[in-house]
């Protein structure tokens, strides 16, 4: 069997320059990167008007160990869609450097169902994770420089909450001191990093709608607040031009394609379960202009990624999803089912029949918001006939529709099925999409609204500091701010450990902090952690150059 990057080795790619003709773009509206990657202008797709396509989204269970594979089930249903002689278009998120090298592995999906050059997209790509952790740096070099030179604007060092970025996993940078060596090293304060993928410049990136938004947006950031507890921001500091110079070109989409030849846009990557899980506004709506179906994929599991893209994202920018995919896997189903990661290739229909309970509750969260759902089950070479139909019935029963998805195994080929499920949901209409809650409730009735709406939770218990902080958003005009939780993906709950649909728990906030310039105020639940540390073996303990050149280990 080969393996997902000797897969991608053997395809035989199209020319950057005919997938952007497919989309109606020629050679003088992109910018290539090589043979297979380029970006698309940003007056090329303003010049062709309104959008015009219709938007399906992919969401997935509660993940577990055994892998739910969202990505992989994205590209192979868009394959299936181009198969169907759809004008297709599949927007996913840019991968990290940190999962990359620690445990997770690439986001370019897997076996037939990839986006393709894999090596580069998950590597360094087109430089956009580069560029934003490098205007995340300025801001915080302008930052530490205003309080050297005397600190005019009185920036009180003990209330700094900007941080530094940095992408790639390293808990040691989690919390730091800075400033020392000295009078001529600046001046000394505690600091700390996160992950890039978690930044606020991030967030602004994929939210923002062009370069004058982008820099308006990132003149909000809140850096921290001064002596009389007044917010400073991005620009206070006067940093937000610069910022955005250095992210000029990167704030153009990136193209490139499938193994089935669909046009795919890769860009900007927050993560689900610490930031809003969603690719860039900019790539969507491009999408939707170019194309007459977009397939997206918003990170992790409805309660985080979908709950996400349609509060925050679809709101901010006008979208209105016509269904959602809630990806499911055997394996998966068996595990909420309470059978342990070791014994998941024995057959165990009751196991999955147990297990099923989470995927109700992710159908319940999809048509809160009004969306009609369809359920893929991704499936793997140990599911068994009875095991599928369990799943099968189950849907059956929830009567929501569900197709088999054979795409990692077959690619586009595999997904017809589900193709053809998709499209006769899009054919009936019947989306009435609307968001979970009103901006004009306070901002803990939303966190309360989310907790127990989506995650199923009695309620929320707010930590002294995190309650004083809300009170004190509130108090700077952020009231009606949508918010972003961080949670951890693997519960409804905030503890890891309680699978399939726990009941009977509260979720306990014990941060909350301000992402002005994006748009939303995130709330920290549990021990979830912006920067991630490194697996006791990590990913990158296996790669290496072979003396041919050929990188291995990567997949």
Request: charged share 25%; aromatic share 6%; proline share 5%.
């Amino acid at each position: 069997m080969l393996t997902d990057i000797e897969i991608a080795r053997n395809a035989r790619l199209r020319p950057i320059a005919d997938v952007a003709s497919e989309l109606g773009l020629d050679e003088t509206e992109i910018e290539t990167y090589g043979r297979y990657k380029a970006k698309v202008s940003l007056d090329a797709i303003a010049r062709r008007g309104p959008a015009r396509g219709r938007l399906v989204l992919v969401t997935g269970i509660t993940p577990t160990p055994a892998g739910e594979g969202k990505s992989t089930v994205s590209a192979g249903l868009a394959d299936a869609l181009r198969l169907r002689n759809r004008r297709v278009v599949l927007c996913l998120r840019e991968p990290s450097l940190g999962p990359v090298f620690g445990m997770k592995g690439g986001a370019t999906g897997g076996g037939y169902a990839q986006v393709v050059p894999m090596e580069d997209i998950n590597l360094h790509f087109t430089g956009d994770f580069h560029a934003i952790t490098s205007a995340h740096a300025l801001l915080s070099a302008m930052l530490d420089n205003h309080l050297y030179w005397g600190n005019a604007l009185g920036i009180d060092p003990r209330r700094i909450t900007w941080r530094r970025a940095v992408d790639m996993n390293d808990r040691a940078l989690r919390q730091i001191v800075i400033g020392l060596g000295g009078t001529a090293g600046g001046v000394p304060r505690e600091d700390g990093f996160v992950i890039t993928a978690a930044s606020e410049v991030m967030a602004i990136f994929a939210l923002a709608a062009d370069h004058r938004d982008l820099e308006a947006r990132l003149a909000r950031i809140i850096v921290g607040y001064d002596r009389d507890r007044k917010p400073v921001r991005a620009g206070d500091l006067e940093a937000a031009g610069a910022m955005t110079v250095l992210l000029k070109e990167a704030l153009a989409p990136n193209l490139v394609q499938t193994l089935g030849g669909t046009p795919a846009f890769i860009h900007a990557g927050p993560f689900g379960n610490i930031a809003h899980g969603c690719n860039s506004i900019i790539a969507t709506r491009a999408g939707l202009t170019l194309g007459d179906l977009v397939v997206t994929e918003a990170g992790f599991g409805s309660d985080l990624g979908a709950e996400k893209f349609f509060d925050i994202k679809c709101r901010v920018a006008g979208l209105d999803p016509a269904a959602a995919v809630i990806v499911a896997t055997i394996r998966a189903l068996k595990m909420h089912g309470g059978v342990p990661l070791a014994s998941l290739g024995a057959e165990d229909a009751a196991a999955v029949a147990r297990g099923v309970v989470n995927l109700e509750k992710h159908v319940e969260n999809v048509r809160r918001f009004g969306v009609p759902p369809v359920v893929a089950i991704n499936r793997f070479a140990t599911d068994t006939d009875a095991e599928v139909a369990a799943v099968e019935a189950a849907c059956r029963a929830m009567d929501v529709p569900v197709a088999v998805a054979d795409v990692h195994a077959r690619g586009g080929e595999g997904g017809l099925a589900l193709a053809d499920a998709v499209l006769d949901v899009l054919d009936r209409g019947g989306s009435r999409y609307a968001p979970l809650y009103d901006l004009d409730l306070g901002l803990a009735a939303k966190i309360e609204t989310i907790a127990r709406e989506m995650y199923g939770a009695d309620g929320v218990d707010f930590l002294p500091a995190a309650a004083k902080e809300l009170e004190r958003l509130e108090e700077i005009g952020l009231r009606e701010l949508p918010i972003c939780m961080a949670k951890t993906q693997y519960s409804f709950s905030d503890d890891p450990k309680r699978l399939g649909r726990p009941t009977g728990f509260r979720i306990t906030v014990r941060e909350v902090t301000p992402s002005a310039g994006a748009g939303f105020v995130v709330v920290k639940t549990g021990d979830i952690m912006t920067m991630p540390g490194l697996a006791r073996i990590p990913a990158a303990a296996g790669m290496r150059i072979t003396e041919e050149g050929e990188t291995v280990g990567l997949f």
